[in-house]
């Protein structure tokens, strides 16, 4: 166990990395398991039904399925990594970046059937991808100043 004092700013990010990629992981799930009351509410603004929107996230292919895993579950691990002010952070962030450019880019070439307006995912999309990019920079930065051992 460490004894020297972590600045107080790792345990800032960090937690808030923790509720922002655990909301990420939630989304994963109920994506997956094809939660209809769950993707109602997501799609209803778009005036696609759920079954749409269920049958849509079942027809990844796998490999776009294990990119969208990759991304979600290190994000997640590497939060609980800077809370645990672990060097390895920083690639598992690396890696999760990596899961993510190819899911969605596969998903934003493929939109859901009957998506006209695809300018609120867009740019729900580039806010996350920002602030992944954001925790992935902050960790390398913290194994630079030796935050994270």
């Known amino acids: 166990?460490?004894?020297?004092?972590?600045?107080?700013?790792?345990?800032?990010?960090?937690?808030?990395a923790l509720l922002f990629t655990a909301f990420g992981a939630y989304d994963y799930i109920m994506?997956?398991?094809?939660?209809l009351a769950y993707m109602e509410a997501a799609v209803?603004?778009?005036?696609?039904?759920?079954e749409v929107a269920v049958a849509y996230f079942s027809s990844f292919p796998v490999?776009?399925?294990v990119a969208w895993a990759i991304g979600v579950w290190l994000a997640v691990a590497g939060s609980v990594l800077i809370l645990l002010r672990n060097r390895?952070?920083?690639?598992v962030f690396v890696v999760s970046l990596a899961g993510m450019a190819v899911s969605n880019a596969w998903a934003m070439?493929?939109?859901v059937p009957g998506m006209t307006d695809t300018t609120a995912t867009t740019v729900a999309v580039a806010?996350?991808?920002a602030i992944m990019i954001s925790l992935t920079l902050y960790a390398r930065a913290m194994v630079r100043r030796g935050v994270l051992r």
């Open 1 to 16: 166990m460490r004894t020297d004092k972590a600045p107080w700013h790792i345990w800032v990010v960090g937690v808030l």
């Open 31 to 35: 994506s997956q398991t094809g939660n």
């Open 44 to 50: 209803e603004p778009y005036g696609i039904p759920a």
């Open 63 to 65: 490999w776009v399925d």
């Open 88 to 91: 390895f952070a920083y690639p």
């Open 109 to 111: 070439s493929n939109p």
């Open 127 to 129: 806010v996350v991808v």
